[in-house]
């Protein structure tokens, strides 16, 4: 990324309002959204990751929006790659780009820059799963993350497992802790970033989230997962890891009830949303507006906000 670029971006965990903010926004200003959102790049999966509505695609363009199939490999480094084009192609249009960022991890890898990693063969692939498996036999590997990686355990809750993973996979293959490597692409790497970050009541978020879920429910999530199976899609894709999916397959299995399911997808949101709030907390200049005082004011704010940049 250009050291010049200086880039607006929507932060706020979800539930938040980012998507009807956003659309205010563009509009005012002439914008055009890019979606940071590790599952809204799923084809398909369209009600669980709550996608902005086709009709306002339409009105204000969208990218890194249904880019790929559940089971095509994605990661924070191919969004990167992604989303560098199209900024390169809102530019030339003269158009402001929005970033509307519900993950993190793949804006970090827009702003800091991914480090690149040895070619990943099949064979040794299937060797690091093995010792990853010997390794979980013997201790958490939380624990073993720690041991070899301190640095990066601290940024990496003790439940998400696929970064855990991810950190000691790179452990394995480089010989060298991923925070080390991490390190080294943030000096080549100098990001512009004007943060708008958005929040709101612990409670009145929770109440939010609750809402959607039913919402999603009554208007076919359900079916979604179930059209999803249909289609032959193996359960434990990384792109079900998405709260929602996992258990409604599970009620497809029968291993619990409707009821159940959608409890737990509650659960595990407002869970999402605590994470997302942690990380957001961690980032440095962001403008926090609370959005319970109403859009239109903010929208006036944020825009006052770039003018300044």
């Given amino acids: 990324m250009r050291s010049e670029r200086i880039l607006p971006v929507i932060i706020g965990p979800t539930c938040v309002g980012k998507t009807a903010f956003s659309i205010e926004l563009a509009l005012s200003c002439g914008a055009e ?32 929006i249904n880019v790929v199939y559940p089971d095509e ?31 993190g991890l793949y804006l970090s890898a827009l702003t ?52 855990i993973k991810r950190a000691i996979e790179i452990y394995l293959l480089t010989g060298e802790p991923a925070s080390l490597h991490k390190k080294r692409t943030k000096q080549t790497k100098k990001e512009g970033i004007c943060y708008i970050g958005l929040t709101m009541s ?50 497809f299995k029968g291993s619990i009830s409707l009821k159940s399911a959608i409890s ?3 659960t595990k949101t407002r869970n999402y949303a605590k994470r997302q709030y942690t990380r957001f907390k961690k980032l440095k200049g962001v403008n926090w507006f609370n959005v319970s005082e109403g859009y239109t004011e903010i929208v006036k704010n944020a825009i006052d906000v770039f003018k300044k940049i």
């Avoid at 790049?41 to 990218?63: C, E, F, R």
């Avoid at 690149?116 to 036999?137: A, G, H, Q």
Wanted: charged share 30%.
């Fill in 73 to 103: 490999e994605f990661n924070a480094q191919i969004w990167s790659s992604y989303a560098e084009k199209s900024l390169a192609k809102i530019q030339e249009r003269r158009r402001i780009p929005l970033i509307v960022c519900g993950t």
């Fill in 202 to 251: 612990r409670k009145e978020l929770y109440r939010r989230i609750n809402k959607r879920v039913d919402n999603m429910i009554n208007d076919g999530f359900v079916e979604e997962v179930e059209f999803l199976l249909k289609c032959g899609y193996n359960e434990t894709l990384k792109a079900f890891q998405a709260p929602g999916y996992r258990e409604l397959i599970e009620f």
């Fill in 112 to 163: 800091d820059g991914f480090f690149s990693l040895p070619d990943l063969t099949k064979e040794k692939k299937n060797e690091i799963e093995l010792k990853i498996k010997e390794i979980e036999k013997k201790s958490p590997i939380y624990d073993f993350l720690i041991n070899i990686d301190k640095e990066s355990a601290l940024r990496i809750h003790p439940n998400d497992k696929y970064r």
């Fill in 33 to 64: 959204i890019i979606s940071c959102d590790s599952r809204q790049v799923y084809i398909g999966m369209d009600i669980g990751t709550a996608k902005t509505p086709y009709h306002l695609q339409q009105i204000i363009p969208h990218h890194l």
């Fill in 264 to 266: 737990e997808t509650k």
